[in-house]
């Protein structure tokens, strides 16, 4: 057994190589497109509550809360691109997500959910939104594509070289 271990090991060792390498090369893409975020306080501040909520270190209404605060965050980005006034609207304000989720490139059958999740946001329900935090982690993931995708559109956000649509994937 011994002998079939020292066989594979130079196998496993450059495998481990290559995927030491593909992800410096990962990281350093991340790190050049994080700080195009440094214009954008808000977006940043939304990918922040996004990673929070899925990360799951805090309570389950907290969550859902950086969740939504999220999905906000990212509609005031766009909202702030399409020239609308943010100074007198009140957080969350529902009117300002659901016109905002419309002009982004979200499926249709998101936005409903979103609404809902805007609304029991702006209820202060002591009690959880009927959808599951997996499902809101989803909608405030899809919000942040859908954003820098249309930050990217309007050319308020500089793509970087050679950059594809931006993807964020939850984890597994």
């Not at 975020?37 to 977006?43: D, E, F, I, V």
């Not at 389950?60 to 007198?88: K, M, P, Q, S």
């Amino acid at each position: 057994m011994k002998r079939r271990l020292m066989i594979q090991l130079p196998t496993i060792l450059a495998a481990m190589a290559a995927c030491s390498f593909v992800s410096e090369l990962a990281s350093r893409s991340l790190h050049s497109s994080i700080a195009t975020l440094k214009t954008r306080p808000r977006l940043r501040t939304g990918i922040e509550l996004y990673l929070d909520a899925v990360a799951g270190e805090v309570s389950a209404h907290t969550r859902f809360r950086n969740a939504v605060d999220c999905i906000y965050l990212c509609c005031c980005e766009v909202a702030e691109c399409h020239d609308v006034c943010l100074a007198d609207i009140e957080h969350p304000d529902a009117m300002l997500v659901q016109s905002q989720t419309c002009v982004m490139d979200l499926p249709r059958r998101d936005r409903p959910a979103i609404q809902n999740l805007v609304m029991w946001a702006a209820s202060w329900s002591p009690f959880l939104p009927p959808v599951s935090i997996q499902e809101a982690c989803a909608f405030a993931r899809r919000v942040i594509v859908a954003t820098i995708t249309s930050l990217f559109e309007s050319s308020s956000l500089p793509r970087p070289s050679g950059a594809a649509r931006p993807r964020l994937r939850e984890k597994p």
